[in-house]
Structures are given as C-alpha cells and as structure tokens.
C-alpha cells in the first residue's frame, strides 16, 4: 500500500473491466508516443501519420472490411486461447493448428465425394477436426507423461508448416499452376460467400462471434466452464474438490485448437481457394492470437473487441506503408511497441487506485 | 504607375495561364513487391527498374508496397487505387487470381502483371527472361569446369527454373560434352542459409563451378571463399568477388516498364485494349543482359582461361569458348534472334526426343516446360516420364 | 573428402551460431525469463556488427558492438517482464518484432555491398562457442553463482528468502542472453556470409530456442543440439535425391518432442526439468 498526493494505491490482481479498457488505453496512448518518435525520425511529421492511419481503416467504409477480415482468424483463435488460459493451458501452438484446419478444408475441398451442398461444411468439420487433434497431442503428452505444452506446441507448428510445405511441393501440388507450389483451385461450391462487394468470408466471420458467445457462456454457465475456472485459478482446490484435470485440459485444448482449425479453413475457403506455402495462408495469425486472447483478459467475449483491435493495427500497417512510403518493417516496430507498452502495463493494471480525502475518506474508486 | 500595376497583372495572367498549360499531365503508377527492395534479387531489381522508370519519364509518380502477401494483393491493390494509382504493376506470381479479380472491380485501371499467364482486357502479363543468358553462361561453365560436374543452387522447382537449368545445362554439354549439372533445391527464393549448405553440399560432391536461383549473393561468396568460379544472379554481384565471378545475367525491368507506361501515356494501351499484350523480353530488346555488372559480358580475369579452351561447332567450325559466347550473344541481340539454345533436335535427360529437329521452342512451350536437359543430375519434382 | 568429416565441419558451421544464441537462452530461462525475441536480437546483431566492421575494418569490433546491442535490447525485455511483470511471451514476441523492424529500417542502403574483411566462418569464434558451453556448464553445475541462478530459477520466492536478489540474478541472466545472441548474428553478417540483407538470419533464432528446449537447458547438450540442427540441415541438400528435404527439415522438430517427452516419463535421466517458475514473474509478497 502507497500513498501519492491524494492517491491511495493497493494491489488488487484482478481488475474491472473498466479498469482495464483505461489501462489498456493509457497504455495505447504510450506507444503512439513512442511510435511518433520512429515516424518523426524516418522524417514523417507523427500526427498526419495518425491522421493518415485513422483515415485509412476505420474512417475509411471501404477499408473496414479489410479490417474485419484481418479480424476473422484472430477472432476465433483468440477466443479459443482464452479458454485454454483460462485452464492454465499454455497453447502457443495455434499457428500449426490454423495449418491442420487449412490441410483439412483443402483435403474435403479436393478429394472427397461429398456433394456440393455439404462441402463446405464438411470443410468447416474436419477443420475442426484436425485442428482439434493438432492441440489434442500436446494435451495427452501433457496428461500422460508431463511434457510441457508450451515446448511441444511450439514445436508443432514447425512440423505443420514443413507438411503443408510438403504437401503443396509434393503429393497435393496442383497440375493446373504451370508447375508452382499451390494445389488446383478448389471447386467453387467450396468457396465461402461474401459480403456484398466486399471480401469479408462472413460464414467464418459468423462462427467467430458465435464461437465467442459461445465460450463465454460454457465458462460462466455450465459445469465444464467451472471445472475450467478453478483448474486454472486453483489446481490444488481441483484436485481436492475432484475435478479431473484430464477432462478440463482435453476439453481446452480440443475447444482452442478447432477454433484455430476453423480459423484455417476460413482462410482457404475465404481468401485463396486453395493450398499454398504456409507463410502465405497464416500470416502469423497463431502468434498474434495469442496478443488477443491475453488482452481479452480471461474473457472469451472480450477477445471480439480485442480481435477488432489487432485487425485495425495490422491495416494501420498497410495504410503507412502505401500512404506514407515508408518501409514495410515500420508495422514490425510500430506493433512491437504497442505490445511491448501494453504487456509493460501489468502493474498499472493489478493496481486499485484510490482518492482519499483529507483524513482518509474515500471519494471514488476507479475500480471495484 | 496605375500602368506599371496592370502590366504586372497581365504579367502574373499570362504566367499563371503559360504555367498552367506546360504543366503536364501526370500519371501515377503502382508496383506491389513480393519481397522487401532489400533482398538484392528479384523484388530489388524491379524497385531499380522503377526508379529508372521514375527518373527516365518526367510526367511518371511512381509508388510501391513491398512484402505484401498473396492472399493481401487485392486489399493493396485498392489501396493504391484511392491513392490515385491509374496503372499498377503486381510482380509476383501468385498475385495472379487477386491481381485478376481486383482488375474485374478496377475496370478503369490499367494492370501489368509479372510471370503469370492470365490476361484481361485491363490486365497484361510481361515477363524479363533469362533462358539465353543462362545458356552462354552454360557455355562458360562448361568451358572452366575441371572436374566435370557444375554445380546450381535452385529456388523452387517450376517450370521458370527449371527453363533456365535446361538451358544452362544444354551451354555446359555444348562445350563440354561429358560435363554433368548438379542440382540442389532450396524450396524458398530467399534464404543465405539454405544457398550456403546447398552450395557446401555441392562443394563436397566435387562441383567446382556455380550457378544459382536465389535472392542473395550468397552462392558467389560461398564458392569465392574456396576459390572457384561461379555466376552472378539478377543483381551485380560482380563487387562480392570480383576475382571468381565469371558472368551472370543481370535484368533490366526498366525496359519494359518504360515501354508499357510510354504507351499507356501516349493512348496507345487503354483498360481495353491489354487483352493480348504479353511482353516475352529477353536479350533483342535488352531487358537481359549478360555478365556480372552492367557493361562487362565477361570477367576479364577469365578471358585467358575462356580464350584457351577450343571447341567445334557445326556450322562455325573450331573456335574459341570466348568468341562462341561473344558470338552468340550478338546472334541472340538481333531481332528477330538468329540463333535460340531451345532449337531441335533436342532429347531430355531421359532420352526422349522433347524438340524435334529445326524446330524452335515456342513461348508457350518455354513457360510450361518441365522436362531436365541431358547432363542435369539430381531430384526433378514432377519431372514428365 | 569423407561425407561424415565434411557434414561435421557444415554442422560446426551452420551450428556455432545456433549454439551461441543457445547459451544465452539456456542462461536466461534457468533464471525463470523466456524470452522469445531471440530472432529480432540476432537480426540486431547482425546488422551492427556488419555496419561497424564495414566502417572500422575490424570484425572483432563488429561482433563486440553486437553483443552490446543484443544485451541492450534484451535488457528492454527484462524491464517489462521482470519489473514491470508484463507476460514473458508477449513481451519477447514484442521484443522480436521491434528488433527485426529497427534492424529492417537501419539497415536500408547497407545491401548489396561484400564486408571489407571479414572473419573465417571456423574461426577462435567456433572454438569459443565451444569453450563456452563448458564455461556455462561449470557456472551453472558448479559453482555459488550457478546454484543462485537456478534457485532463482526454480524457486524465486525461496531464493528471496534467502536474501538473493530475485530482480538482479534475472537482469543479468537475461542481458547475457541478449548479448550471446548478438554475437551470434553478427557471427551470421561477418563470418558465415560477410555481407548484410535483410531478414538474413530467416528463423535462426526460432530453431535457438528448439535447441535450448532440446538440450533440456544444458549447455553440454546445447552443442550436440546445435550440431545436430546443423547436421540435419547440411543433410537435406545432401540427401535430397532420396527424403523430401521438408521431411528432413521436419526431423529434428518431431525428435525434440519425442525426447521431451521421453524424458520427462523417466524425469532425471537425460532430461532436465523445465525450470519450475519458468515464465512466471515473480511478485515479492508483502509480509
């Protein structure tokens, strides 16, 4: 406990919503500050680079969608994540499972006889599916002989990336690319619709907000949601009160890894059509899923604003690159610096922050 | 002095309206890169061809995106279409379907778009290609190889490779019949590390001379530090070793976009019009050239060595390796060429007749080729039966 | 030359600079901090220790403004998930991006030209790498400051209560990785391939911290880790005629998780733990 001016400052570890949205804002503000400073010195004047950024996504009705669809994937991985932190499941292997769910979509969308109408969402299942069993291995390594998930994730997605590598080099390599590393174009019935003249695969965009409604709903309502809560606040109190680490560690990681599955199956049947090399489906998605599952805070609804959030940065990128000429490893420093003020803000963050009058008497709190 | 005010007013008129004439018109034109303008390969030579653009037209604004994704081409696209971009130049293959659909949105922008094969009315396809190069290259290594066996670092397996490997491999048995062309995939365009292994592996099976597919001059520094000779790729790269290098090929996009924009300035190309337009540039029309640096065809450190070796071809006669490069060079420079590495009859590696006997090579034939040349030694993905 | 002495010389190349960044991520997470921005301090080195070789015509020099620099960048990690007890893996993926940008920007202009003198890639540098690893290993096995750094590692609220400091022992473990990792991106731009490109090191830093999970944070296994890496990479070109290079490149990934796994059935054997307080920051608690 400290005292500054009128300020009364306690520890407080798990702080409002409200609270969060300002820190996270402060903290927002922080890195634009820090960021003016890089577009100042690469001889850009810092406020018409955010004017020109704001003008160019959210101000902009052409380039929302852009934003969105940079949004779908993070969407869906992030909500996925939430769940699995919340049960202290470090999955970091979302990346390789978005690849499982793209393998999967192109496997039905190729080679299976499924009728036209149920291809796409026999994609969307063994999407799932794969995506599922991807994040399944980790677990059971977890359950049965104790191998960290954090590594073995981490690990996964490298052999994700050389099988796709391998499948669109080798095996899947399609005959109608003049010989370049893609498969053929997927039949059109396996095209997801989209939105009016816009590029936004809303089929996908739809199951990531339902997908978040519905995580949050299985956390606060259900049994399966509790279990997940105290296995991930308390493992002793788990275990004392009987509730099976097997089951709650499965259930997030087979929850996590198909929302990142579905992810995948979005992309291809989305945007591309097809298979291709895996830096070109992905795009880092698995990685800043992770950033928006860890700013929702532990709740699967706020993974939809925080989805939105990395989705505008992203486009933020593009517009400073075609609108201000500047090189595309600006966005690399520019979204380095936001995390790195936003993570910097934890302490602000477990922080109760009261004014006290005088003698001693509260005001306000600012947080509950 | 009431005089003195008016004149001076007709004066600023006359300026202003003068200035407002000889301002001219402008055009802005868009390239989306692949690749970042620093990799020293392929997306480095398009942004050196669109400075010279820049530089050579007065009335040209250029702008560019680089790194772009596949899947992102279209969001860039309209981008650079509400910054007021009015022809854009997509420079990588798999930005074909995106740069084809942006074109169906975009029905008033004009769109050039590099190595692919499909065209719209607004949509044309240009292509700078090395086959020529890579053959008197071929020549040369063929020529300066001691222990038979040339060694070649390639990118991808596609046809664009594997065309230039073929080639390389038909100047290598053409001045050294015994001569083989090994061959070791790196499975990406941009990677020092891999071209480094790739390029010590072929070290350790005897390879003693070099060419490669790759966005980094890696290869030539890898062989100049054991002291062997190789070939310089897209870019100069003559400065990494100028003891070792021998030649190269080197691209002049500037050519071609000087040309399209020219005739895009001048009316000639409209958003209606590009339906057939499909720029296939190599040496006639200099958008290739030959060597380590612009200007230098051959290191003349190796001229001696290039000049000692003698061999016999038909219709020439006995003649030197140099003067057969040379030789060839100015035959493949006229236009139409009068002499094509392609030309029947020729037999794959396989043994099966691919070109019969006096015929050439067509374009089509050329971007679709799969089949390896006699003399190339190792893996051929996809290599026809 | 014989296939098995020529695929040992590649692998000594190809893995001192795997085994350098290596040992500083080995340091760092004995000490209880991830950090996950190894690819964007490699990249920072690299272009510094590039730059000032080019300019002074000393890569000795190079390679010691490179290990500044990675120390420095590291030390920004250690600031926010040290003090200000930010999350380790978002903090280093930050860290990563911010350096591979920052290496990006700076570096524009510095392409295209050979460094002036460069180093023998098997040089004192190899050697040293090695002579590290042993270094490391006694620091870490046998000695005071070794055992700090694990408990710290492992325990940090028992190491403060034994009057370590907690905050201090993980600065330095985690500015020695900055700074190893510095060194080995410089070794990349001035010994390996002597010139600067962008993006060069092209996911070394990842497969750095492959290894250091691989040698289940030791340093001894961290050589035969980083030899191993290389062997496999110098193997998929030789061997390209007969496995598709993807399976080969997919090999040493797929052998971790098997050996981790093993190893942590049969804990003590050939593995090591996971340092126990691994990726958690540490609160001192209010008594």
Known sequence: MRRIGPFLVTPNPSPSWGWSTIVSLLAIAGALVAAGGVFWAYGVAPLVAYRTMAEGTFLDPRALPEVVRRAIPLLLVGSGLVLAFRAQFWNIGAEGQILSGAVAATGVALFSPLPPALLIPGMFVAGFALGALWAAVPALLRLRWGAHEVLTTLLLNYVAAYGVEWLVHGPWKGSSMMGFAYTDLFPEAAWLPLLGTTRMHWPTLALGLGWAIFGSVLLSRTVLGFEIRVQGENPEAARYAGIP??????????????????????????????????????????????????????????????????GLVFTSGDVMQVALQMPFRVTDVFNGLLLLFLVGSTPLLQMRIRRVSGAGGEAWTSSS | MRRFAWALVVLLVAGLAVGGVAQPRKLKAGWIYVGPIGDYGW?????????????????????????????????????????????????????????????????????????????????????????????????MAGALTRTGKVGYVGAFPIPEVKRHISAFALGVRATNPRATVHVRWIYEWFNPAAAKEATEALIAEGADVFAFTEDSPTVVQVAAQKGLPSFGHYSPMYRFAPQHIVSGQLVHWQKIYIDFLRKVYDGTYTPRNLQNVDYWWLLAEGAVELGAQPGMPVNPVFRPRLEAVKVRVSGIGTVSVYDLVLRR?????????????????????????????????????????????PGIVGPWPKEPK | MDVLLVTFLRALAFGTPLLWAALGEIVAERSGVVNLGVEGMMLLGAFFAFATAQLTGFPALGLGVAALVGGAAALVHAVVCVRLRGNQYVSGLALGMVGVGIAGLLGRGWEGTPLRTPLPELSWLTLSGLVLSGVVWVFLYHSRWGIILRSVGESPAAADAQGVQVFLVRYLAVGFGGLTAGIAGGFLSVAYRPSWTEGMTAGMGWIAIAITVFSGWDPLRAVAGSLLFGALFHLSFRLQGFVAPELLKMAPYLGTILVLTVATARRGAWWQEVPEALGAPYVRGER
């Not at chain 1, 097997?246 to 992810?263: D, F, I, K, Q």
């Not at chain 2, 279209?74 to 997509?90: H, P, Q």
């Not at chain 2, 020729?346 to 006997?357: E, T």
Request: hydrophobic residues 45%.
């Open chain 1, 245 to 310: 680490a097997t089951r709650t560690v499965l259930a997030v990681a087979l929850l996590s890894g198909g929302a990142a599955g579905l992810a995948g199956v979005g992309e291809v049947a989305g945007i591309h059509h097809r298979l291709l090399s895996p830096g070109q489906i992905s795009m880092g998605y698995g990685y800043a899923g992770i950033l928006v599952a860890w700013l929702a805070r532990g709740n699967p609804l706020g993974a939809i604003p925080s989805a939105f959030l990395l």
């Open chain 2, 43 to 139: 997306t480095h030579a398009h942004d050196v061809g669109r400075r010279i653009a820049g530089k050579t037209l007065p009335w040209l604004e250029t702008t560019y995106v680089e790194k772009v994704p596949e899947g992102q081409v279209e969001a860039f696209i309209d981008r650079l279409v509400r910054a007021g971009a009015k022809v854009i130049f997509t420079t990588s293959f798999g930005y074909m379907d995106g740069t084809l659909s942006a074109a169906r949105r975009h029905p008033d922008i004009l769109f050039a778009h590099c190595s692919g094969f499909k065209r719209a009315s607004n949509v044309a396809t240009y292509m700078a290609d090395f086959y020529q190069v890579y053959y008197l290259n071929g020549l």
């Open chain 2, 329 to 373: 060079l100015r035959e493949m420079s006229q236009s139409p060429p009068a002499f094509d590495p392609f030309t029947g009859p020729i037999y794959d590696r396989n043994g099966k007749l691919r070109v019969p006997a006096g015929r050439r090579m067509t374009v089509q034939e050329l971007t679709t080729m799969e089949w390896a040349a």
